[in-house]
T-cell receptor
Framework: GAGVSQSPRYKVAKRGQDVALRCDPI?????LFWYQQALGQGPEFLTY????????KSGLPSDRFFAERPEGSVSTLKIQRTQQEDSAVYLC?????????????FGSGTRLTVV | SQELEQSPQSLIVQEGKNLTINCTSS?????LYWYKQKYGEGLIFLMM?????EEKSHEKITAKLDEKKQQSSLHITASQPSHAGIYLC???????????FGSGTRLQVQP
Protein backbone atom coordinates (compact mmCIF):
# COMPACT_ATOMS: atom_id res chain seq x y z
CA GLY A 1 0.00 0.00 0.00
CA ALA A 2 0.89 3.66 -0.14
CA GLY A 3 1.46 4.06 3.58
CA VAL A 4 1.93 2.16 6.82
CA SER A 5 -1.33 0.54 7.84
CA GLN A 6 -2.16 -0.42 11.41
CA SER A 7 -5.11 -2.36 12.75
CA PRO A 8 -7.24 -2.16 14.71
CA ARG A 9 -7.39 1.63 15.08
CA TYR A 10 -8.96 1.28 18.52
CA LYS A 11 -8.89 -1.59 20.97
CA VAL A 12 -10.52 -1.83 24.38
CA ALA A 13 -9.28 -4.73 26.47
CA LYS A 14 -10.22 -5.92 29.91
CA ARG A 15 -7.33 -6.13 32.32
CA GLY A 16 -5.69 -9.52 31.99
CA GLN A 17 -6.73 -10.02 28.37
CA ASP A 18 -4.20 -10.68 25.60
CA VAL A 19 -4.14 -8.36 22.58
CA ALA A 20 -2.49 -8.46 19.14
CA LEU A 21 -1.77 -5.33 17.14
CA ARG A 22 -0.95 -5.52 13.46
CA CYS A 23 1.32 -3.40 11.29
CA ASP A 24 1.51 -3.50 7.48
CA PRO A 25 4.62 -1.52 6.47
CA ILE A 26 5.28 0.09 3.12
CA UNK A 27 6.09 -2.58 0.56
CA UNK A 28 9.83 -3.13 0.31
CA UNK A 29 10.74 -1.32 3.52
CA UNK A 30 13.26 -3.46 5.34
CA UNK A 31 13.19 -1.63 8.67
CA LEU A 32 10.20 -1.69 10.98
CA PHE A 33 9.83 -0.05 14.37
CA TRP A 34 7.26 -0.17 17.16
CA TYR A 35 6.77 2.76 19.49
CA GLN A 36 4.51 3.33 22.49
CA GLN A 37 3.06 6.80 23.01
CA ALA A 38 1.41 7.61 26.34
CA LEU A 39 -1.02 10.50 26.55
CA GLY A 40 0.78 13.84 26.35
CA GLN A 41 4.17 12.25 25.73
CA GLY A 42 6.41 11.62 22.77
CA PRO A 43 6.73 8.12 21.30
CA GLU A 44 8.97 5.71 23.23
CA PHE A 45 10.89 3.04 21.30
CA LEU A 46 9.84 -0.56 21.84
CA THR A 47 11.52 -2.74 19.24
CA TYR A 48 13.15 -2.80 15.80
CA UNK A 49 13.20 -5.33 12.95
CA UNK A 50 15.40 -5.53 9.91
CA UNK A 51 13.52 -7.82 7.60
CA UNK A 52 12.48 -10.76 9.80
CA UNK A 53 15.29 -10.30 12.33
CA UNK A 54 14.49 -8.55 15.58
CA UNK A 55 17.71 -6.59 16.09
CA UNK A 56 16.72 -4.45 19.05
CA LYS A 57 14.08 -5.17 21.67
CA SER A 58 15.61 -3.09 24.42
CA GLY A 59 12.51 -0.89 24.72
CA LEU A 60 10.00 -3.65 25.48
CA PRO A 61 8.82 -2.82 29.02
CA SER A 62 8.27 -6.38 30.24
CA ASP A 63 8.19 -9.98 29.12
CA ARG A 64 4.44 -9.55 28.55
CA PHE A 65 5.34 -7.71 25.34
CA PHE A 66 6.30 -9.74 22.31
CA ALA A 67 6.78 -8.75 18.66
CA GLU A 68 7.31 -10.76 15.52
CA ARG A 69 7.78 -10.26 11.80
CA PRO A 70 8.07 -13.82 10.49
CA GLU A 71 8.24 -13.11 6.76
CA GLY A 72 9.89 -9.71 6.87
CA SER A 73 6.77 -7.75 6.02
CA VAL A 74 3.72 -7.68 8.33
CA SER A 75 4.52 -7.37 12.02
CA THR A 76 2.44 -8.16 15.10
CA LEU A 77 2.91 -6.71 18.57
CA LYS A 78 1.38 -8.93 21.22
CA ILE A 79 0.70 -7.90 24.78
CA GLN A 80 -0.18 -10.63 27.24
CA ARG A 81 -2.18 -10.15 30.44
CA THR A 82 -2.76 -6.46 29.72
CA GLN A 83 -2.46 -3.98 32.57
CA GLN A 84 -3.88 -0.47 32.87
CA GLU A 85 -0.44 1.05 32.40
CA ASP A 86 -0.36 -0.53 28.92
CA SER A 87 -3.03 1.96 27.79
CA ALA A 88 -1.37 4.04 25.09
CA VAL A 89 -1.17 4.55 21.35
CA TYR A 90 1.06 1.99 19.67
CA LEU A 91 2.76 3.35 16.58
CA CYS A 92 4.46 1.41 13.84
CA UNK A 93 7.00 2.98 11.48
CA UNK A 94 8.92 1.66 8.51
CA UNK A 95 11.85 2.89 6.47
CA UNK A 96 13.91 1.94 3.47
CA UNK A 97 17.69 1.63 3.51
CA UNK A 98 17.84 5.28 2.49
CA UNK A 99 15.88 6.44 5.52
CA UNK A 100 18.46 9.01 6.53
CA UNK A 101 17.23 11.52 4.02
CA UNK A 102 13.57 10.68 4.12
CA UNK A 103 12.81 9.85 7.69
CA UNK A 104 10.54 7.15 8.89
CA UNK A 105 6.94 6.71 7.73
CA PHE A 106 4.55 6.23 10.61
CA GLY A 107 1.17 4.58 10.68
CA SER A 108 -1.84 6.20 12.38
CA GLY A 109 -1.43 3.96 15.39
CA THR A 110 -3.60 1.68 17.49
CA ARG A 111 -5.13 3.26 20.57
CA LEU A 112 -5.26 0.64 23.30
CA THR A 113 -7.41 1.23 26.36
CA VAL A 114 -7.21 -1.29 29.18
CA VAL A 115 -10.21 -1.20 31.53
CA SER B 1 12.21 11.76 26.94
CA GLN B 2 14.30 13.91 29.27
CA GLU B 3 17.19 13.40 26.88
CA LEU B 4 15.38 15.76 24.53
CA GLU B 5 13.74 18.81 26.05
CA GLN B 6 11.24 20.75 23.99
CA SER B 7 10.07 24.25 24.77
CA PRO B 8 7.55 25.56 25.11
CA GLN B 9 5.35 22.61 26.03
CA SER B 10 2.35 24.36 24.51
CA LEU B 11 1.77 27.49 22.51
CA ILE B 12 -1.28 29.45 21.40
CA VAL B 13 -0.73 32.06 18.69
CA GLN B 14 -2.93 34.22 16.53
CA GLU B 15 -3.09 33.43 12.85
CA GLY B 16 -0.41 35.27 10.94
CA LYS B 17 2.07 35.42 13.83
CA ASN B 18 5.55 33.90 13.74
CA LEU B 19 6.66 31.38 16.34
CA THR B 20 9.69 29.34 17.37
CA ILE B 21 9.90 25.92 19.03
CA ASN B 22 13.15 24.70 20.56
CA CYS B 23 14.61 21.25 21.06
CA THR B 24 17.67 20.71 23.27
CA SER B 25 19.55 17.45 23.57
CA SER B 26 21.51 16.30 26.61
CA UNK B 27 23.66 14.13 24.33
CA UNK B 28 25.62 14.73 21.15
CA UNK B 29 23.34 15.08 18.18
CA UNK B 30 23.78 12.66 15.31
CA UNK B 31 20.88 13.78 13.20
CA LEU B 32 17.82 15.67 14.37
CA TYR B 33 14.35 14.95 12.99
CA TRP B 34 11.25 17.11 13.14
CA TYR B 35 7.79 15.55 12.93
CA LYS B 36 4.26 16.88 13.17
CA GLN B 37 1.39 14.93 14.70
CA LYS B 38 -2.31 15.69 14.60
CA TYR B 39 -4.58 14.23 17.25
CA GLY B 40 -5.35 10.57 16.59
CA GLU B 41 -2.91 10.35 13.72
CA GLY B 42 0.60 9.19 13.11
CA LEU B 43 3.69 11.35 12.77
CA ILE B 44 4.36 13.23 9.56
CA PHE B 45 8.01 13.74 8.66
CA LEU B 46 8.93 17.40 8.20
CA MET B 47 12.70 17.46 7.84
CA MET B 48 16.00 16.09 9.03
CA UNK B 49 19.13 18.04 9.95
CA UNK B 50 22.51 16.44 10.15
CA UNK B 51 25.26 19.02 10.08
CA UNK B 52 25.97 21.89 12.42
CA UNK B 53 24.65 25.13 11.01
CA GLU B 54 22.36 23.30 8.61
CA GLU B 55 19.07 24.99 7.84
CA LYS B 56 16.15 23.51 5.92
CA SER B 57 12.75 24.80 4.90
CA HIS B 58 9.45 23.13 4.14
CA GLU B 59 6.79 25.57 2.99
CA LYS B 60 6.63 28.17 5.81
CA ILE B 61 8.54 26.05 8.30
CA THR B 62 12.30 26.47 8.78
CA ALA B 63 14.50 24.38 11.05
CA LYS B 64 18.10 25.02 12.11
CA LEU B 65 20.66 22.90 13.88
CA ASP B 66 23.22 24.30 16.32
CA GLU B 67 25.54 21.36 16.88
CA LYS B 68 27.67 23.10 19.53
CA LYS B 69 24.66 23.91 21.65
CA GLN B 70 23.12 20.51 20.86
CA GLN B 71 19.99 22.39 19.95
CA SER B 72 17.55 22.75 17.09
CA SER B 73 14.88 25.37 16.50
CA LEU B 74 11.76 25.20 14.35
CA HIS B 75 10.39 28.49 13.10
CA ILE B 76 6.97 28.98 11.53
CA THR B 77 6.36 32.16 9.58
CA ALA B 78 2.87 33.66 9.24
CA SER B 79 1.17 30.79 11.08
CA GLN B 80 -2.09 29.33 9.76
CA PRO B 81 -4.73 27.11 11.41
CA SER B 82 -3.33 24.22 9.32
CA HIS B 83 -0.09 24.48 11.31
CA ALA B 84 -1.88 23.42 14.49
CA GLY B 85 -0.75 20.13 15.97
CA ILE B 86 2.01 18.60 18.04
CA TYR B 87 5.58 19.15 16.91
CA LEU B 88 8.04 16.49 17.94
CA CYS B 89 11.80 16.45 17.63
CA UNK B 90 13.62 13.14 17.44
CA UNK B 91 17.30 12.31 17.79
CA UNK B 92 19.23 9.55 16.13
CA UNK B 93 21.90 7.65 18.07
CA UNK B 94 25.03 6.02 16.70
CA UNK B 95 24.73 2.28 16.49
CA UNK B 96 21.01 2.41 16.97
CA UNK B 97 18.33 2.73 14.33
CA UNK B 98 15.57 3.93 16.63
CA UNK B 99 14.84 7.58 17.33
CA UNK B 100 14.51 9.15 20.77
CA PHE B 101 11.71 11.73 20.85
CA GLY B 102 10.98 14.76 22.94
CA SER B 103 7.59 15.19 24.65
CA GLY B 104 6.33 17.52 21.96
CA THR B 105 5.09 21.09 21.66
CA ARG B 106 1.35 21.54 21.28
CA LEU B 107 0.56 24.40 18.93
CA GLN B 108 -2.83 26.04 18.56
CA VAL B 109 -3.39 28.75 15.96
CA GLN B 110 -6.39 30.96 16.57
CA PRO B 111 -8.12 32.44 13.50
Amino acid sequence: GAGVSQSPRYKVAKRGQDVALRCDPISGHVSLFWYQQALGQGPEFLTYFQNEAQLDKSGLPSDRFFAERPEGSVSTLKIQRTQQEDSAVYLCASSSRLRDNYGYTFGSGTRLTVV
Amino acid sequence: SQELEQSPQSLIVQEGKNLTINCTSSKTLYGLYWYKQKYGEGLIFLMMLQKGGEEKSHEKITAKLDEKKQQSSLHITASQPSHAGIYLCGRGDTGRRALTFGSGTRLQVQP
